[in-house]
């Protein structure tokens, strides 16, 4: 589904993201057997659009698009193409605000109030750490609808209406339970922290100093240059339109669009300490323990076992993400200073479980002798 001028120009793009002393013609056979790889797994699963970025050894090797970003005025997808990326906007969030930490302007173990006092105490403190890594209690979506918001929320307070007077799952630090709305919490504290709103704060600490011009909130009224349109599949198996959700209720957890060529970036970012120091990033990529010291499958951000664990040697890390007209995947191998971002515009938990192993794929292309 690619468009033909999309493939041939692959190989340019792997030379100028890499620069002469790796432009070798292994590099150019590689690019070429990414590119078949990727352009053979849109067609054979049916996928609309789908944007990749590869990152080795901290630096973006390859960005390429494939397939349709608006199916029905066949508009080609790029490295461009503009994506709600759902959960990975967690990741984002996360390094916003251990870059914070790192500033010393916020305490992980301060209870949050001390920076977001709109959010009512509860019988436990809660943290910024047991927001960062699922352990605050605080409840997720109670169930699919909960999760197709329509309303236009214009900021983090008034997002936070949506459960903020609900009791707590559980008490904080004694176990992990994924929950986006902890997210949305976290997001608040780290307007108090710094002291600015979070649209505002995002683009100081993370998309201007990682290279990120396409990246930005999620605004359903706003005209977005090379957005691409959602899909998702009927029950008889048809490729139909997404419904219709306006993500302002989550702009922490899973309100962020993105564009490969910028999510190559932020891990190349990642990976050079432009946006927080290697000590940092290493933390935030380590499973979280809780209370009584027993390791979870999430980090401070990032997720660290369940359904990734060792490939090649390697410890992954990443974070997957799907929501209405969207699925996503950041994988990482940090010791090699390795990443994927896998974007595409066809909504499906099962497609971002597909995606790490099509990771996986590439891995094995880029790592082959």
């Not at 493939?7 to 002469?20: D, E, H, K, R, Y």
């Not at 710094?194 to 505002?200: E, L, P, Q, V």
């Amino acid at each position: 589904m690619a468009s033909r001028a999309a493939t041939s120009c692959v190989l340019a793009i792997l030379l100028l993201a890499v620069g002469p002393p790796v432009a070798t013609p292994k590099a150019s056979q590689q690019a070429q057997a990414i590119n078949g790889l990727l352009t053979s797994y849109v067609s054979d699963h049916h996928i609309p659009a789908l944007s990749v970025a590869v990152v080795d050894r901290g630096r973006v090797i390859l960005t390429q698009g494939y397939g349709l970003a608006d199916v029905e005025n066949s508009v080609p997808a790029t490295a461009d193409t503009v994506y709600r990326i759902a959960s990975i906007s967690k990741s984002i969030t996360a390094t916003a605000a251990m870059k914070l930490v790192e500033g010393g302007k916020l305490d992980l173990d301060a209870p949050i109030q001390t920076y977001c006092p709109d959010f009512p105490k509860k019988p436990w403190p809660i943290t910024a750490r047991e927001l960062l890594s699922h352990q605050s209690g605080i409840r997720d979506y109670r169930n699919d609808e909960e999760s197709i918001n329509t309303r236009h929320y214009t900021s983090i307070k008034e997002a936070l209406t949506q459960f903020a007077s609900d009791p707590l799952d559980f008490e904080p630090g004694t176990r992990m339970q994924y929950t986006s709305y902890g997210y949305i919490v976290l997001g608040c504290v780290i307007e108090g922290a710094s002291g600015t709103n979070y649209d505002r704060y995002m683009h100081q600490a993370i998309f201007d100093p990682a290279e990120m011009p396409a990246t930005r909130l999620d605004d359903v009224f706003a005209i977005i240059p090379h957005r691409a349109r959602g899909y998702g599949v009927s029950s008889t198996g048809e490729l139909q339109n997404s419904v219709f959700v306006d993500v302002s209720n989550k702009p922490p957890g899973s309100g962020i669009n993105s564009s490969a060529r910028d999510m190559g970036n932020f891990v190349a970012a990642l990976y050079s300490a432009r946006l927080v120091s290697n000590t940092v990033r290493d933390q935030m990529l380590r499973p979280a323990t809780t209370r009584d010291k027993k390791p979870t499958i999430y980090g401070l951000g990032f997720f660290r076992g369940g359904p990734i664990g060792m490939y090649r040697g390697l410890h992954e890390a990443g974070h997957g993400g799907d929501q209405q007209g969207a699925s996503s995947v950041l994988y990482l191998l940090p010791e090699r200073q390795f990443g994927v971002v896998i974007l595409s515009n066809l909504e499906g938990q099962q497609n971002s479980q597909h995606f790490i192993e099509l990771s996986r794929k590439i891995v094995d292309l880029v790592f082959s002798p």
